[in-house]
């Protein structure tokens, strides 16, 4: 197997964009397909629905209901082992406790002169659907990472759509996570016909105002086809990390960290960025023993992370590389130097920052309380992970006394005859 090695400075402005832009070409591809799948969506409804399902994850559906029922609630709650409801428990208490800091006071007002009075009034979104992936595995814990938020935010309707496993059954694990996140609707159906079903509705699943939650690009292609119906949230795609290190980092452990969001699937992204020769050439060496041990298709989808959108790229120093990254602005991104947090006053664009050796990507992923649910493709630039404040929405709150009518007469009313626009100065200068 091929892993990738590069040295940034040999790199043309062309290869730096290739490997900049990493799987967001893969999604620009699907968009013609995805926009058929949800035009279907939209004319069928629920045939549509049951159709992709047999026809995308081989798995006919069609003698269930889409809606999970509340037997099998109690069925996957039997299923689960006490071990992992213990690991669940664990990770949505510490996830419970980090989003709580984020729910919103109560309005306050502010005096900004004697008699005038403005504030802000947070309230929960109507509804929201969570898209939950299970193509590549088993998530609850994206679940928790979604559905915790919406809770403490008292979101009034809270909607899962996720895949289908065998025999049409949801993951037990995530049954198991929507009761106790209050979760109030779960379906059985995933991919870009979901999203089409939570944008326009079915005869079984009502549409939402908001939907978010990370997917295949299939998922992706649908969220950005349907933005201007509804809000998409974060840009959540294909999963992506980098690691920032230096010769004092471990070559061994770093080199298990690398594999963590490489094995979500061969669109996925996992790069090192040293400034250190030796630390490439070890890390290289021991990504391929690592490698050869894994199952499939683990085995398969790491090779190709390593070989393609991923692998090792060398800089001059750890600022340069500090600046590729910055660039790059990843979802996961781990400082492993001397002095991580010294390296971190050079970042300014992660989604998500793990400092030291003592923390690999997998333990954000699940129960650190920090969320794990993070922008992608480049749009960390401008977006953070999934917090308490995507499910709210905040409304200015303005009140003013009769004084207060007074302060604001004549500096108003000057502006609206500057601007040109009688009528705004007509309702103070002729206020009775």
Excluded at 291 to 296: A, Q, R, T
Excluded at 413 to 429: I, M, Q, R, V
């Amino acid at each position: 197997m091929e892993i990738s090695l590069r040295y940034w400075k040999d790199l043309d402005p062309q290869e730096k964009q290739k490997l900049l832009s990493r799987s967001e070409t893969n999604i620009q591809g699907v968009i013609p397909a995805v926009q058929k799948i949800l035009d279907r969506v939209k004319e069928e409804g629920d045939k549509a629905l049951y159709s992709y399902t047999n026809e995308f994850d081989k798995i006919s559906i069609d003698h269930l209901p889409l809606q999970v029922q509340p037997e099998e609630f109690i069925q996957a709650n039997a299923s689960l082992s006490q071990a992992v409801k213990e690991a669940l428990d664990f990770a949505i208490d510490h996830t419970q406790t980090f989003h709580e800091i984020q729910r919103p006071k109560a309005m306050e007002m502010l005096s900004l002169k004697p008699g005038l009075l403005a504030g802000e009034r947070a309230t929960p979104i109507d509804s929201v659907g969570l898209y939950v992936p299970s193509g590549r595995g088993s998530f609850p814990s994206m679940l928790y990472m979604l559905a915790v938020p919406a809770q403490i935010a008292q979101v009034p309707r809270v909607v899962v759509v996720t895949p289908p496993g065998p025999e049409g059954k949801v993951d037990p694990a995530v049954l198991y996570a929507c009761q106790k996140c209050g979760v109030h609707e779960v379906y059985r159906v995933g991919g870009a016909q979901a999203i089409g079903a939570l944008t326009y509705g079915t005869e079984s699943i009502k549409p939402v105002v908001k939907l978010t939650g990370p997917g295949s690009m299939y998922v992706t292609a649908a969220k950005r086809l349907v933005y201007s119906f509804i809000d998409v949230g974060l840009p959540a795609g294909p999963s992506e990390s980098m690691v920032l290190a230096d010769d004092s980092a471990n070559p061994w452990n770093l080199s298990l960290d690398l594999l963590v969001e490489a094995e979500h699937g061969s669109d996925s992204q996992a790069l090192l960025v040293t400034d250190s020769k030796e630390l490439a050439t070890a890390v290289k060496d021991n990504l391929r023993t690592l490698i050869k041990d894994l199952p499939e298709p683990r085995k398969t989808f790491t090779s190709d992370v390593l070989g393609g959108y991923g692998g090792i790229l060398i800089t001059d120093s750890i600022e340069e590389g500090a600046e590729v990254i910055n660039e790059f602005a990843p979802e996961h991104l781990s400082l492993q130097t001397n002095e991580p947090f010294e390296t971190l006053e050079l970042i300014r664009n992660a989604g998500e920052i793990l400092l030291g050796s003592n923390l690999p990507f997998s333990g954000a992923n699940y129960a650190t309380g920090a969320n794990a649910v993070l922008p992608t493709g480049g749009k960390a630039k401008t977006y953070g992970p999934v917090s308490v404040r995507d499910f709210m929405k905040y409304s200015s709150v303005v009140f003013a006394t009769p004084g207060g009518y007074q302060v604001l007469k004549d500096p108003v009313t000057t502006l609206c005859d500057y601007e040109g626009f009688p009528s705004h100065g007509n309702a103070f200068k002729k206020r009775k």
